[in-house]
């Protein structure tokens, strides 16, 4: 049994101790030829093998006794045998510690560990979830949002996280739009690609980084109804145009690995799907990381109904290119056997398990399987001071102003009787959000306590609880639809308050993984409440927490200022005090659209034009009969303290026919404010339908009151062109629309020939 910490190590020793021999020669020379995971994986059993393939969940507290009997103990001995390849839910230096000792000291081979987790928008330290992130539409923010997770997660011998999610999503009605960058996959490809660039660092081996994983490939975001797990049906034109660029953008900058997705797409769920994982996406992007299974994911093709039994579902995912299964014991049970009758080819695994230890090679895992096991770095991160003020940051720049009249906000500091409604004003743990597997519950600073922190006078009344029991990440939440306590209180309270700031909207764990939802109001006696409140006073400043868009038509008709502020993480409360009293100006801009009615649904700005766009006097047009085919809040939108104009469009060509774009915005307000400047393109005429408009840059400026920021953009041929029915990238000459504007309405015009 090899008792190394490395075989590279060993191979090196070898080397220079017998450097004349020609045993030493052939050994030098298999390096050469091979490779070191090359060299490793030819002293492999098949088993051993498939121990690289299996991904098993913690099963068991490595600091306690040994398992005595049951699962645990099976697992205990596949490890202790070489026969695991990662765990996942496995955090905290001792822990991995001992688990690694494992894997190193106690197998054959002595191959470490690779140790997986879910950090998705921090980890002891939470940022706002991804969605209220890309509100922000700062890439650099959203690089050192997921450059601090990194930090945090690794000290806890981390070395590996299941993010980013680059779904691209339409329906609001899906729980897990909180976890993606919304409905554009230009602004998603960049997003995911600054995110894969936090996580990663510029050196994958340093002790302070994270494999990346992009995630869930493919068409997850469609699942049909927005109901979680469900069926997918696209085009072609679809597929390659809006659900893959953000998948092939972060294969670009490197990703290290890609998980597959739970749904069918076409009828082919994505662990067996061999069109997706090898022939595009190991084949046509050659992409050299490896591909993880979702949870179980490679036995729900049993569910599906394109899997007989587990053993048929281990050989339809291992042919289609699923190279590491989580969770599912479908290789680990049936993946020999299926190799030994010829159902699976060898090469095909050997591909899997090169990339396995190509990652781990690339993390430095083979030279000190216990970089990530640093106890004094541990110590030292927990609610770091400077993580703090990086998520305030990103936070206060999340929140999106929807509304303003009068320009209610911001609001004073001395503003006198300031009255403070809403049962998740006080709440510490529901703004952390769904993913907070590394952090404390009850944790976030409350809006209550980011007010006092401003030391404002205010009173409070909680009105009705919004939830009748504790919330759980793995329970569906239990609204409180029996107990109106408080409300009648709120209401008498705000007849005489000079400003009320109401807190409304869904609690944390009413989205994310498994919370779909058909109604998008705001739950429980929520509404009931705001509109009582209202008869008595409208001077009210409504603050919406969310993980989606929410259907705010009631409160955009009534309510004088409202803010968008999803949920922040930690520093929720003090990110909302900064943007109430003005001590930051609101820059954010919508990611999705906010929809009128949950039968808009899936619904974004980048649609196709129909053949009968209308409007029209005649009913024969493609239209509501009772709503609106306009959101509420259109993708792109937020307003501002201040005011801007937009003026001098200019669009010109250069000689290879790249467009030369250039608008000057003007600050006609009395704040300082920074402005998300948007572009769009519409290919007017193209062998394929294209959308109306098209994001194709952005620039986020500051400006000051009374001056003029001339922002540029240069249009390419990789802007103008799509891919067409056959998955192929053409460029096609013709007339081209370039629009710039605050958002995906307000747009300044003028079209081109190319």
Same mark, same amino acid.
């Given at each position: 049994m090899i008792k190394s910490n490395t075989i590279l190590s060993i191979l090196f020793i070898v080397v220079t101790l017998f450097s004349c021999s020609k045993q030493t020669q052939k050994v030098t020379s298999e390096i050469v030829e091979l490779g070191a995971m090359e060299l490793l994986l030819s002293k492999m059993t098949l088993e051993e093998k498939i121990g690289q393939m299996t991904q098993y969940n913690g099963f068991w507290d490595a600091t306690g006794p040994v398992p005595e009997e049951g699962s645990s103990m099976e697992k205990y001995n596949d490890l202790k045998n070489g026969r695991v390849g990662s765990l996942l839910n496995v955090s905290g230096v001792d822990e991995v510690r001992k688990l690694q000792e494992i894997a190193v000291n106690e197998t054959r081979l002595g191959i470490p560990l690779i140790f997986g987790l879910d950090v998705i928008h921090g980890h002891k330290t939470l940022a706002p979830i991804p969605l209220g992130e890309v509100a922000s539409w700062d890439l650099e923010a959203i690089e050192k949002s997921a450059r601090m997770a990194a930090e945090e997660a690794s000290a806890r011998g981390i070395n590996w996280t299941f993010a980013p999610m680059v779904d @691209?999503?339409? !329906? *609001?009605?899906?729980?897990?739009?909180?976890?993606?960058?919304?409905?554009?996959?230009?602004?998603?490809?960049? /997003?995911?690609?600054?995110? /894969?660039?936090?996580?990663?660092?510029?050196?994958?081996?340093?002790?302070? =980084?994270? *494999? #990346?994983?992009?995630?869930?490939?493919?068409?997850?975001?469609?699942?049909?109804?927005?109901?979680?797990?469900?069926? *997918? !049906?696209?085009?072609?034109? =679809?597929?390659?145009?809006?659900?893959?660029?953000?998948?092939?953008? %972060?294969?670009?900058?490197?990703?290290?690995?890609?998980?597959?997705?739970?749904? =069918?797409?076409?009828?082919?769920?994505? =662990?067996?799907?061999?069109?997706?994982?090898? !022939? @595009?996406?190991?084949? &046509?992007?050659?992409?050299?990381?490896?591909? @993880?299974?979702?949870?179980?994911? +490679?036995?729900?093709?049993? *569910?599906?109904?394109?899997?007989?039994?587990?053993?048929?579902?281990?050989?339809?995912?291992?042919? #289609?290119?699923?190279?590491?299964?989580? &969770?599912?014991? #479908?290789?680990?049970?049936?993946? #020999?056997?299926?190799? &030994?009758?010829?159902?699976?080819?060898?090469?095909?695994?050997?591909?899997? /398990?090169?990339?396995?230890?190509? @990652?781990?090679?690339?993390?430095?895992?083979?030279?000190?399987?216990?970089?990530? %096991?640093?106890?004094?770095?541990?110590?030292?991160?927990?609610?770091?001071?400077?993580? +703090?003020?990086?998520?305030?940051?990103?936070?206060?720049?999340?929140?999106?102003l929807l509304k303003n009249e009068d320009a209610l906000l911001p609001l004073k500091k001395d503003q006198k009787n300031i009255l403070v409604i809403g049962d998740l004003a006080q709440d510490k743990n529901s703004p952390l959000g769904s993913w907070r597997i590394g952090s404390d519950d009850n944790t976030a600073i409350s809006v209550n306590e980011g007010l006092e922190n401003k030391s404002v006078s205010f009173s409070y009344e909680p009105g009705p609880t919004l939830i009748s029991e504790p919330a759980t990440f793995i329970k569906e939440v239990v609204i409180n639809n029996e107990d109106k306590s408080g409300f009648d209180e709120a209401v008498n309270k705000a007849k005489s308050a000079d400003v009320i700031i109401m807190v409304l909207g869904e609690h944390g764990f009413q989205s994310g993984e498994g919370r779909s939802r058909t109604e998008l109001g705001f739950p429980g006696f929520q509404q009931q409440l705001l509109e009582a409140v209202h008869a008595v006073n409208q001077n009210i400043v409504l603050v919406v927490m969310s993980g989606r868009p929410l259907i705010l038509n009631w409160a955009d008709e009534h309510v004088p200022a409202i803010l968008e502020t999803w949920q922040l993480g930690t520093e929720t409360g003090n990110a909302i005090a900064d943007v109430l009293f003005g001590d930051y100006n609101p820059s954010g801009k919508l990611p999705m659209c906010f929809p009128r009615s949950v039968g808009q649904l899936p619904l974004y700005y980048n649609k196709l034009n129909t053949g009968r766009p209308g409007p029209s006097d005649m009913v024969f047009w493609s239209h509501y009969g009772d709503e609106s085919n306009e959101p509420l809040y259109p993708f792109g939108y937020g307003l501002s303290y201040t005011k801007y104009e937009y003026s001098n469009l200019s669009v010109t060509k250069d000689g290879t026919n790249n467009i030369l774009v250039s608008i000057d915005v003007k600050n006609v307000g009395n704040f300082e404010g920074e402005e998300v400047v948007q572009l769009y393109i519409r290919d007017v005429v193209a062998s394929v339908a294209r959308p109306i408009k098209e994001l194709k840059g952005f620039e986020k400026v500051s400006i000051n009151p009374g001056s003029v920021q001339t922002v540029k953009f240069k249009v390419t041929k990789n802007e103008l062109g799509f891919f067409n029915t056959n998955g192929k990238f053409v460029f096609e000459a013709g007339n081209f629309e370039i629009m710039v504007g605050p958002n995906s309405v307000e747009l300044e015009k003028k079209t081109i020939e190319l």
């Amino acid at each position: 049994m090899i008792k190394s910490n490395t075989i590279l190590s060993i191979l090196f020793i070898v080397v220079t101790l017998f450097s004349c021999s020609k045993q030493t020669q052939k050994v030098t020379s298999e390096i050469v030829e091979l490779g070191a995971m090359e060299l490793l994986l030819s002293k492999m059993t098949l088993e051993e093998k498939i121990g690289q393939m299996t991904q098993y969940n913690g099963f068991w507290d490595a600091t306690g006794p040994v398992p005595e009997e049951g699962s645990s103990m099976e697992k205990y001995n596949d490890l202790k045998n070489g026969r695991v390849g990662s765990l996942l839910n496995v955090s905290g230096v001792d822990e991995v510690r001992k688990l690694q000792e494992i894997a190193v000291n106690e197998t054959r081979l002595g191959i470490p560990l690779i140790f997986g987790l879910d950090v998705i928008h921090g980890h002891k330290t939470l940022a706002p979830i991804p969605l209220g992130e890309v509100a922000s539409w700062d890439l650099e923010a959203i690089e050192k949002s997921a450059r601090m997770a990194a930090e945090e997660a690794s000290a806890r011998g981390i070395n590996w996280t299941f993010a980013p999610m680059v779904d @691209i999503t339409r !329906d *609001a009605r899906w729980g897990r739009v909180m976890e993606g960058a919304g409905e554009d996959p230009f602004l998603g490809s960049l /997003v995911g690609k600054a995110r /894969v660039r936090g996580f990663q660092g510029n050196d994958l081996s340093k002790n302070n =980084t994270l *494999a #990346a994983t992009a995630k869930h490939f493919a068409g997850y975001g469609f699942a049909e109804s927005g109901r979680d797990y469900n069926a *997918a !049906d696209v085009g072609s034109v =679809t597929l390659f145009n809006t659900i893959l660029p953000p998948f092939k953008a %972060c294969i670009d900058v490197d990703v290290a690995t890609v998980m597959n997705s739970f749904n =069918t797409l076409n009828g082919i769920p994505a =662990t067996g799907d061999t069109y997706l994982q090898r !022939d @595009i996406l190991k084949g &046509e992007w050659g992409f050299k990381g490896f591909v @993880i299974s979702d949870w179980g994911s +490679a036995g729900e093709m049993v *569910a599906h109904g394109f899997a007989k039994d587990l053993k048929d579902a281990a050989i339809i995912a291992a042919n #289609a290119g699923s190279d590491m299964d989580m &969770e599912s014991y #479908a290789y680990i049970r049936h993946l #020999a056997e299926a190799i &030994e009758e010829g159902s699976v080819p060898i090469k095909y695994v050997d591909d899997a /398990v090169i990339r396995i230890l190509k @990652i781990k090679e690339a993390l430095g895992l083979f030279e000190d399987p216990f970089r990530y %096991c640093d106890k004094e770095r541990e110590n030292s991160l927990p609610y770091h001071k400077d993580h +703090a003020a990086l998520v305030r940051d990103i936070a206060k720049k999340s929140i999106v102003l929807l509304k303003n009249e009068d320009a209610l906000l911001p609001l004073k500091k001395d503003q006198k009787n300031i009255l403070v409604i809403g049962d998740l004003a006080q709440d510490k743990n529901s703004p952390l959000g769904s993913w907070r597997i590394g952090s404390d519950d009850n944790t976030a600073i409350s809006v209550n306590e980011g007010l006092e922190n401003k030391s404002v006078s205010f009173s409070y009344e909680p009105g009705p609880t919004l939830i009748s029991e504790p919330a759980t990440f793995i329970k569906e939440v239990v609204i409180n639809n029996e107990d109106k306590s408080g409300f009648d209180e709120a209401v008498n309270k705000a007849k005489s308050a000079d400003v009320i700031i109401m807190v409304l909207g869904e609690h944390g764990f009413q989205s994310g993984e498994g919370r779909s939802r058909t109604e998008l109001g705001f739950p429980g006696f929520q509404q009931q409440l705001l509109e009582a409140v209202h008869a008595v006073n409208q001077n009210i400043v409504l603050v919406v927490m969310s993980g989606r868009p929410l259907i705010l038509n009631w409160a955009d008709e009534h309510v004088p200022a409202i803010l968008e502020t999803w949920q922040l993480g930690t520093e929720t409360g003090n990110a909302i005090a900064d943007v109430l009293f003005g001590d930051y100006n609101p820059s954010g801009k919508l990611p999705m659209c906010f929809p009128r009615s949950v039968g808009q649904l899936p619904l974004y700005y980048n649609k196709l034009n129909t053949g009968r766009p209308g409007p029209s006097d005649m009913v024969f047009w493609s239209h509501y009969g009772d709503e609106s085919n306009e959101p509420l809040y259109p993708f792109g939108y937020g307003l501002s303290y201040t005011k801007y104009e937009y003026s001098n469009l200019s669009v010109t060509k250069d000689g290879t026919n790249n467009i030369l774009v250039s608008i000057d915005v003007k600050n006609v307000g009395n704040f300082e404010g920074e402005e998300v400047v948007q572009l769009y393109i519409r290919d007017v005429v193209a062998s394929v339908a294209r959308p109306i408009k098209e994001l194709k840059g952005f620039e986020k400026v500051s400006i000051n009151p009374g001056s003029v920021q001339t922002v540029k953009f240069k249009v390419t041929k990789n802007e103008l062109g799509f891919f067409n029915t056959n998955g192929k990238f053409v460029f096609e000459a013709g007339n081209f629309e370039i629009m710039v504007g605050p958002n995906s309405v307000e747009l300044e015009k003028k079209t081109i020939e190319l």
